[in-house]
């Protein structure tokens, strides 16, 4: 069975630019959660997905949004991007809610 | 800030010592969890605990919460060069967010 899966592994933006991140969960994992994690800090929690529902939303402008697909895969959308955007972003997925995670490798965003 | 509190930060033992490593939380929770991180990549899930839990262990890992403290502890028995990483908890809350902890760098001298 596949992992979690995050498209692309790297990207480099402009300040101002759109970014689209994208997950694809476990085969059968229903919920889906968004990390932003900084050099040195722990994930900081951006949104939690389930059954294409938001359940949980993190302190996160709305310059930040998301959406599960019918597939349970996921994109993470960041607009109008700024330097302290700059990040690995983590997708991880779980088989319901209140169970444990499995975490995709990330993508590593740069806003130059 | 919406992070968790670990301590210590970091932490270098010898191998085949010991290594313990506490989290203290602010909200009502589901269950705890532990994971680890090797080199910034993606985390590794090593252990959950559930609210209505004390203890629980996985080979050479025992974990311990107390809600009436918010806090828990991840005990390492045995430790190896391998298990050098930083290791961070998470509380899964009942309001749906999953707040990690500001981790510990574990160092494992040989």
């Known amino acids: 069975d596949a992992g979690v899966t995050q498209s692309p592994t790297h990207l480099i933006k402009t300040r101002g630019q759109h970014v689209t991140l994208r997950c694809s969960p476990i085969s059968g994992h229903k919920s889906v959660s968004w990390y932003q994690q900084v050099l040195g800090q722990g994930p900081q929690f951006i949104f939690q997905?389930?059954?294409?529902?938001?359940?949980g939303r993190g302190n996160f402008p709305d310059r930040f949004s998301a959406r599960q697909f019918p597939n349970y895969s996921s994109e993470l959308n960041v607009n109008a991007l700024l330097l302290g955007d700059s990040a690995l972003y983590l997708c991880?997925?779980?088989?319901?809610?209140?169970?444990?995670?499995?975490f995709g490798s990330g993508t590593r965003l740069t806003v130059v | 800030s919406q992070q968790g509190e670990e301590d210590p930060q970091a932490l270098s033992i010898q191998e085949g010592e010991n290594a313990t490593m506490n989290c203290s939380y602010k909200t009502s929770i589901n269950n705890l969890q532990w994971y680890r991180q090797n080199s910034g990549r993606g985390l590794v899930h090593l252990i959950l605990?559930?609210?209505?839990?004390r203890e629980k262990h996985s080979g050479r890992l025992r974990v311990t919460l107390d809600t009436s403290k918010k806090s828990s502890s991840l005990l390492i028995t045995a430790s190896r060069a391998a298990d050098t990483a930083s290791y961070f908890c998470a509380t899964d809350a009942v309001d749906d967010k999953i707040i990690f902890g500001k981790g510990t760098r574990l160092h494992i001298l040989p």
């Open positions: 991880a997925s779980s088989l319901n809610r209140g169970e444990w995670y499995t």
């Open positions: 605990i559930r609210s209505n839990e």
């Open positions: 997905y389930y059954e294409k529902e938001e359940r």
